[in-house]
């Protein structure tokens, strides 16, 4: 059994930043893509970032140049450092994560809970 769990969500002044982690565990065998998207109320869920495991990454239009992913390997981690936020950053974000629980195992889409992050005065 696999789980993401995110942290570090909270509510931020517009112009702020706010740091997202996502801890993976349990029977990981290899994680491949680590990705974050977000879901504003009334909206379809979107893709904030992705990174592959070995570095490549690719971030949604409107957070370009104001958020980063990053991840560690070997802690089976992913971060989100969002700059400059705005009030439409304001969403549930969540972590995905594409992992194979062995090495003749499919590769399958995990997904954290979510954290909440307001922009908001």
């Known amino acids: 059994q696999v789980q993401l769990v995110e942290s570090g969500g909270g509510l931020v002044q517009p112009g702020g930043s706010l740091r997202l982690s996502c801890a993976a565990s349990g029977s990981i065998f290899s994680i491949y893509t680590m990705a974050w998207y977000r879901q504003a109320p009334g909206k379809q869920r979107e893709l904030v970032a992705t990174?592959?495991?070995?570095?490549?990454?690719n971030y949604g239009d409107s957070v370009k140049g104001r958020f980063t992913i990053s991840r560690d390997n070997a802690k089976n981690m992913a971060y989100l450092q969002m700059n400059s936020l705005k009030p439409e950053d304001t969403a549930v974000y969540y972590c995905?994560?594409?992992?194979?629980?062995?090495?003749?195992?499919?590769?399958?889409?995990?997904w954290g809970q979510g954290t909440q992050v307001t922009v908001s005065l």
């Open positions: 990174m592959t495991r070995g570095g490549f990454t």
């Open positions: 995905n994560a594409r992992i194979a629980t062995s090495l003749s195992s499919t590769v399958t889409d995990y």
